[in-house]
């Protein structure tokens, strides 16, 4: 079964959370729910809390098919100093591994040194990932290389769906998206 992890910091949108695990359980992957403290719930940005399953700690590169970063400022912070998501990214890439982020969190694709010179992200934070080459598109789903970025909220459910896609192909990203009725995606 494809596996994805699925890191909660505190201060994570939990929107963009919520909506990609639910799609991608619902495409049968087995999610990972991760925490980065000894925290069994993880706190959202707006006070809801996730229960969690792991350490992100305990995971290594070869035990997922795919990591997904959720958006939320205050989560991505903490997503990008942590240093087990850190060494994953740099794994999960260095082995060609599927990596995805929304919103806020391709700045920690940034701080880890793997995010692609296209890619789309929440506009407030477009300056603080800005590098030298880097140019953010304006689509909803940006796709380079084995990473995909999406802009945040309102746009979960497609970055969700085009998660699907990848790993599970285009048969069952049809059978999903009808269901869900997401025909914009």
């Keep these: 079964?494809?596996?994805?992890?699925?890191?909660?910091a505190k201060g994570f949108e939990e929107i963009e959370a919520v909506s990609i695990i639910d799609v991608l359980r619902r495409a049968d992957i087995d999610v990972l729910i991760a925490r980065l403290d000894d925290?069994?719930?993880?706190?959202?940005?707006?006070?809801i809390n996730i229960g969690t399953q792991v350490h992100i700690k305990d995971i290594s590169s070869d035990q997922i098919d795919m990591i997904v970063?959720?958006?939320?400022?205050?989560?991505?912070l903490l997503l990008a100093k942590d240093k087990y998501v850190?060494?994953?990214?740099?794994?999960m890439d260095e082995n060609k591994k599927q990596i995805a982020a929304i919103c806020a969190a391709p700045y920690a694709l940034k701080q880890a040194g793997v995010l692609k010179e296209n890619y789309t992200c929440y506009p407030s934070v477009e300056e603080e990932i800005k590098l030298n080459g880097y140019k953010a598109d304006g689509d909803m789903v940006v796709?380079?290389?084995?990473?995909l970025t999406s802009k945040g909220p309102a746009t979960a459910i497609c970055f969700a769906l085009a998660i699907v896609k990848k790993l599970k192909g285009e048969k069952i990203y049809k059978?999903?998206?009808d269901a869900l009725l997401a025909k914009d995606c």
Excluded: F, R, S
């Design 143 to 147: 796709e380079e290389q084995n990473i």
């Design 1 to 8: 079964m494809i596996k994805v992890a699925i890191p909660l």
């Design 86 to 91: 850190q060494k994953l990214l740099c794994d």
């Design 175 to 177: 059978e999903l998206k």
């Design 69 to 76: 970063l959720p958006g939320g400022w205050g989560g991505t």
């Design 39 to 47: 925290n069994i719930l993880a706190q959202g940005a707006h006070n």
